[in-house]
């Protein structure tokens, strides 16, 4: 359908109460991409996604950071073998041939946002109060470009200034000794930061004596790690790209590709034209989910000529994946008693544990059932089925529409049930394959960031170490936020990210931040966590992916690992932004020499020379063995995952069968509207570039919530139309956005979507997984009325 507005105004939006540092003309809430004037439109997109669009995107994007050639050539060197830098855009590993030029368009955007030559100084803090820029859009407030030296608030002028970075770190030292308890402090990781300076960041918060290390897992693929490590004994998903290579089916669910991890439509692509079978499952049927031309291959390009990326799309409930997959295994289960040959009864015999009563679960639940909760018919269930009983290889794939919801550790865990049946685990071309988000957020846990350790990894840590690591567990992102609350957590230090706007139930998180002594961020852009802080609050300017990192040792690399569990060298050639920026490693390095009394750690020598941290770590972390010799080769190396050789660690050393029961994730009564908060193809995370989502077709507008036509006719809703939308918490506390645009889009009935992170004012701060503390942000109760 093809709509356009029938007036020029910005839509307004929303209302909460004012709070700090928050947009304060009442019905704004933050999260905003550029203010504009120009007419919103939406029209259906019907060509392949990536191709010519997103070349042109991409030189638009070069042109307006003024990085023309100088970009390209940076491009160039990404991802190249371990040469240049890892790509700091999608997590979705390199293309292991060595040989393919691969790079995408969000990758583009995302590094040249990196490296704009436009630069935040101290005059910029000197010309404009905190309370002036809290009232300026989150795009203005990055597009200001680079942050260029450490910056102190100062509460008389409302402004920040500067401060020397010894002060900046006596200053943090000096309020971290003043706690009570290590405890009041909380520790934030974005899923960025290198694994060597992610092992110092734990080192310092470990020695310091607290396990408080929130990160952005915690809203994103923790209940993937909590369920893979309950079935299969390792967090992590077991096949790689040589796999994806050869499946003979692909399950892909909840992932919007061609945004969000745009390199694996390269592989998808390959897979169809080695006739592999491709099943999208997605209440939305995106782009990425039809066809694709794949921008380095020049000859299709220059002809148009696009490959499917798929062979079946199917429209899933929201939150209906368990019962799609159950029904799945239904149908696996009563094609081995039709015609047997189907289960891998070796497998299931020799590697498994609960399969008997799995099969009495799977039986006991009628058809109706998992048609209902899966919202679809049982016929289509049994075609999804027909392609795993046919393939003698499959990948299960998973990523946000997944895990942001109630059942996300169940969901998980059923997917490993199916492909248990088959005995597809730890063989070529199948297995379990999380689709990971930030660049290293995998590489973050890997290397020691958890706030529920295990006492393996503090025996480890301490041993190698030498010092007494806390053992009790510490406080994720939702606990932090309530401990800002409380009084409990007085300091909060962000290691990038965009804290307040990521996290749920934004003014209630503002609001928390604000009760603090202390905020430290950081970053490399200016974005909303400055404005909104503690009584206390430092900006951290620190050296970009892209740069040199010049130490006493000479130049130095950082590791960091993919989302199939390789590890390699990233390395920056650029001139650094500022003289005045530090590493990660040394930002840490000095906040824990400011605050450790007797610390053990030469922090001094670590920050000298990479390789002696390490050195450290390969002492620390099973698989890392040799670590500095093996990073270095090409392509890095693939860290052990022993669910991969079928041996599980887990209590009983096989492959754990789960048995939840099925869930129910139908609303009670029908006025009531599930709303998924997702990315649209312009933004990275909480950073907007534009108001598009070009293959969504929508120009100039964020403020929308995309809905079903017959639900819009329900409620006497024509295209367009402003609405209210009003959320209903678990604790049954309501929230409100206001004057929304409602568009007609192809989902299902009693779904709706819209984008983080302007709703995460929605989303109460009590509504989170009770299986994996992630807050439910593809999983919002809610209705909406005329405006
Ligand atoms: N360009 C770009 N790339 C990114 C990011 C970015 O912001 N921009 N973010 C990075 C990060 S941190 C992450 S975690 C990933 C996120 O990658 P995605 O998971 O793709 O992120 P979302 O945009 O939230 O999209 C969620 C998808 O799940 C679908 N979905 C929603 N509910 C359900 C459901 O119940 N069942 C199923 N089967 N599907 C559902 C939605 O329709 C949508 O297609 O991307 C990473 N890559
Ligand atoms: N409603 C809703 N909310 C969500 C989600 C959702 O789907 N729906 N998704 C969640 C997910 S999956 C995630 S991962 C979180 C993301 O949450 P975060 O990781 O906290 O947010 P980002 O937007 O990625 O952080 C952007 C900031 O990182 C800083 N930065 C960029 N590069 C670097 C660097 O190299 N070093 C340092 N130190 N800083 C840097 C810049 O200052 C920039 O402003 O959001 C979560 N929030
Ligand atoms: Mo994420």
Redesign the pocket.
């Known amino acids: 359908m093809s709509i356009e507005s029938r007036d020029d105004a910005p839509s307004a939006a929303a209302t909460t109460d004012a709070v700090p540092g928050l947009l304060p003309v009442r019905p704004r809430q933050g999260g905003y991409g550029p203010l504009t004037t120009k007419k919103w439109s939406q029209k259906d997109y019907h060509h392949a996604a990536a191709s010519w669009g997103a070349s042109f995107s991409v030189m638009n994007v070069l042109m307006r950071e003024r990085e023309g050639i100088r970009g390209t050539n940076a491009m160039f060197k990404m991802n190249q073998e371990g040469r240049g830098y890892d790509c ?1 855009g999608c997590a979705w590993p390199d293309d292991q041939h060595g040989l393919k030029l691969d790079i995408c368009e969000n990758g583009v955007k995302h590094t040249t946002w ?1 490296m704009t030559p436009k630069r935040v100084d101290a005059d910029f803090f000197a010309r404009h109060t905190v309370s002036e820029l809290a009232t300026w859009t989150d795009f203005d407030l ?1 597009d200001q470009g680079r ?1 260029t030296q450490p910056m102190s608030y100062d509460a008389e002028t409302d402004r920040y200034t500067l401060i020397s970075w010894d002060d900046a770190f006596a200053l943090i030292g000096d309020e971290l000794r003043k706690l009570d308890s290590p405890d009041q402090a909380s520790f ?1 990781t ?4 290198s694994n060597e300076a992610t092992f110092l960041y734990q080192l310092f918060v470990r020695e310091l004596g607290t396990n408080n290390l929130p990160d ?2 915690n ?3 923790e209940a993937s790690g909590r369920a893979l490590t309950a079935s299969i004994g390792t967090g992590k998903g077991t096949a790689d790209l040589e796999d994806w290579e050869h499946a003979d089916a692909l399950f892909v669910l909840g992932v919007n590709v061609a945004s969000n991890a745009p390199r694996m439509l390269t592989t998808l692509a390959e897979a169809h034209r080695r006739g592999a079978q491709i099943v999208h499952i997605n209440p939305l049927v995106e782009v990425g989910a039809t066809k694709t031309i794949v921008p380095h291959e020049f000859v299709d390009m220059a002809l148009f000529r696009s490959t499917e990326t798929s062979t079946l799309n199917v429209q899933v409930r929201p939150g209906g994946d368990l019962a799609l997959m159950r029904a799945v295994a239904k149908a696996t289960l009563e094609a081995e008693a039709e015609r047997g040959g189907v289960l891998d009864h070796a497998f299931l015999a020799d590697h498994t544990t609960g399969f008997e009563e799995y099969r009495a679960l799977v039986e006991a639940t009628p058809w109706p059932d998992l048609a209902r909760q899966s919202g679809l018919t049982e016929a289509q269930l049994r075609e999804v089925a027909e392609v795993y009983i046919k393939a003698d290889s499959s990948i299960i794939s998973w990523c ?1 529409g997944v895990t ?1 919801h109630e059942h996300g550790v169940d969901t998980p865990r059923e997917f490993v049930n199916l492909l248990a049946l088959k005995g597809n685990l730890g063989r070529k071309g199948s297995g379990p394959s999380p689709v990971r ?2 660049s290293n ?1 995998q590489g973050n846990r890997t290397c020691g960031i958890d706030h529920r350790p295990s006492d393996a990894f503090l025996d480890r840590l301490g041993a190698v170490c030498g010092f007494e690591p806390p053992r009790h567990h510490g406080l994720d992102t939702v606990a932090t936020i309530e401990g800002m609350h409380a009084g409990t957590v007085k300091v909060f230090v ?6 307040v ?4 139930d934004t003014a209630y998180t503002a609001a928390g931040l604000a009760k603090t002594e202390l905020t430290v ?7 909303r ?1 400055h404005l909104v802080h503690g009584r206390k609050a430092l900006i951290l300017p ?4 892209t740069e040199r990192d010049e130490q006493k040792s000479g130049p130095q690399s950082v590791s960091v690992e993919d989302a199939m569990s390789m590890v390699h060298l990233s390395k920056g050639s650029r001139k650094p932004a500022s003289r005045h920026l530090l590493s ?1 490693p040394a930002i840490i390095a000095g906040m824990a020499k400011a605050t450790l009394v007797d610390s053990p750690t030469p922090w001094d020598e670590f920050v000298a020379d990479y390789d002696r941290i390490r050195d450290v770590m390969a002492g620390v972390f099973p698989g890392f063995e040799n670590f500095n010799q093996v990073v270095r080769q090409t392509n890095g190396f693939r860290i052990a995952q022993p669910a991969r050789e079928r041996t599980f660690l887990t209590p009983s050393g096989r492959l754990e069968f789960s048995h939840a029961p099925l869930p129910d994730v139908i609303p009670a009564d029908g006025d009531t509207l599930v709303l998924q ?3 649209s193809h312009d933004q ?4 907007i570039y534009s108001n598009n989502d070009r293959y969504r077709g929508v120009k100039n507008l964020r403020e929308l919530i995309f809905m079903n036509v017959d639900d819009m006719k329900a409620r006497g809703l024509s295209q367009g139309d402003l609405v209210d939308i009003t959320a209903t918490s678990r604790d049954g506390s309501k929230r409100h956005l206001k004057s929304y645009r409602a568009l007609a889009y192809n989902l299902p009935r009693g779904s709706a979507a819209g984008y ?2 302007e ?2 004012v929605l ?1 109460g701060i009590a509504d989170y997984s009770t299986q994996s503390d992630q ?1 439910l ?2 999983n919002v109760q809610v209705t909406v009325t005329r405006a």
């Open positions: 700091p990196e990055e942050l934030y974005s899923g960025r930061l952005c897992s809203m994103c693929h946000l942001q988000g930030h957020v962000g290691m990038g990210g965009n804290f706007m990521a996290a749920p961020q950081v970053s490399t852009k200016l974005n966590s620190c050296l970009g992916r990660e908060t997702m990315r990275w995370n909480t950073t983080m992170p709703m995460n989303i807050p942000m593809k």
